[in-house]
């Protein structure tokens, strides 16, 4: 299949001119200052590109002197003729004294590294804005299976450096959605895949995921859920650094329980975001949409928990407030969630 059908014509309304990679100048951005942007007009060159996402740094470790900003893709074994399920890597090196002189990937914006998958099925729904069901409609909602979900988080240990990210997949060939996450490892020479694993644990579907990794190599999944039985709602599941290889064993709990279908729009919110707080380096920040009730008026709801592994810096939680899981799990503690709406926030 050519590549996603090229995001669906650009969701069927113009025409794809490809991707692009840009960074701007933080010192003087931060100064208010002129700031200058390097820009790559990757489309330009292969319109096959597309998808990326740029490494967003956690913790508290900085990358090794030099480093670039890596840029990556999955792209499935059919789409560019590969063989094989493959994530993509672009080193985006910017040199601020010679703009000029900066470069993204290798000649041609062909990638540097390539890095082999497990083989996982993206097609969900032919790659429809409706396939996600919900009880009460037979309005569907985007399963966005053809690109990585935000973030890809990059991370540095004393022996190595880490990247973690996911995607949602067809798991059983009948649109079934589920997640498939990996971590990438590189201990000074090439990346390669440490891990990977799809989150599909029984038979609801599970979309929009976004993962992050505390200080001590923890990971945490959050995402939607749906199914004809179950109301788009807000979970979370995780796994601890020893943990088996390629599973999220410490159980799934819930953020919030949704009580409404999104009505006539396709468009579900990938808005969907795992954060690290960078106070404390352990406790996981996610932000997620539901629906209190049915209709268009969709909810953001921002959860934050910790696993108990983890030994944080003394923070000041004033506005905590515990709530009880609403599905058990292991490991993993709800530390407080906060509910916002037209009305404002309120602490749940």
């Known amino acids: 299949m050519y590549k996603r059908q090229v995001y669906q014509y650009l969701e069927v309304s113009g025409s794809w001119a ?11 951005m931060l100064k208010g200052e002129p700031a200058r942007m390097v820009f790559f007009d990757i489309g ?14 956690d913790g508290t470790m900085l990358p090794p002197g030099g480093s670039p900003n890596y840029f990556v893709e ?11 399920d ?16 900066s470069t993204f990937g290798l000649p041609g914006h062909a990638p540097n590294e390539q890095v082999f998958t497990s083989s996982v099925d993206p097609n969900l729904c032919g790659y429809s ?37 996911n995607h949602s997949v067809d798991v059983n060939g009948a649109n079934h959605a589920g997640i498939h996450w990996f971590e990438l490892r590189r201990l000074g020479g ?3 895949l440490f891990q990977d694993g799809v989150h599909a644990p029984d038979e609801n ?3 929009m995921g976004s993962l992050a990794m505390d200080q001590v190599g923890n990971i945490a999944l959050g995402y939607s859920v749906s199914s004809a039985d179950v109301y788009p709602s807000v979970r979370y599941s995780g796994r601890l650094v020893e943990d088996p290889p390629g599973t999220l064993a410490q159980g799934e709990r819930s953020l919030v329980a949704g009580r409404g279908s999104q009505a006539a729009s396709a468009r579900w919110g990938d808005y969907s975001m795992m954060a690290v707080d960078p106070v404390d380096d352990c406790t996981f920040w996610y932000t997620q949409q539901y629906y209190d009730e049915s209709g268009l008026d969709w909810q953001t709801r921002i959860g934050a928990f910790k696993f108990p592994s983890c030994t944080p810096l003394e923070v000041d939680l004033s506005i905590a407030k515990s709530v009880v899981p609403e599905v ?11 509910a916002y709406s037209n009305a404002g926030p309120t602490v749940a």
């Open 44 to 57: 330009s060159v292969n319109a096959n590109y597309l998808g990326m996402l740029p490494s967003d740094l």
């Open 205 to 207: 579907h599970r979309w």
């Open 74 to 84: 999955w792209d499935d074994s059919l789409w560019l003729g590969d063989g094989q």
């Open 18 to 28: 490809g991707a692009g990679a840009a960074a701007f100048e933080r010192t003087r």
């Open 190 to 192: 090439a990346w390669s």
């Open 129 to 165: 804005r409706r396939c996600i069901p919900q009880p009460g409609t037979t309005q569907r909602v985007d399963a966005l299976s053809d690109r990585l979900m935000h973030r890809l988080a990059y991370r540095r240990f004393g022996s190595h450096e880490t990247l973690v990210g």
């Open 328 to 338: 058990a799990g292991p490991g993993m503690q709800v530390t407080y969630t906060l």
């Open 86 to 101: 493959t994530l993509r890597i672009w080193e985006f090196r910017v040199d601020w004294s010679d703009p000029a002189a």
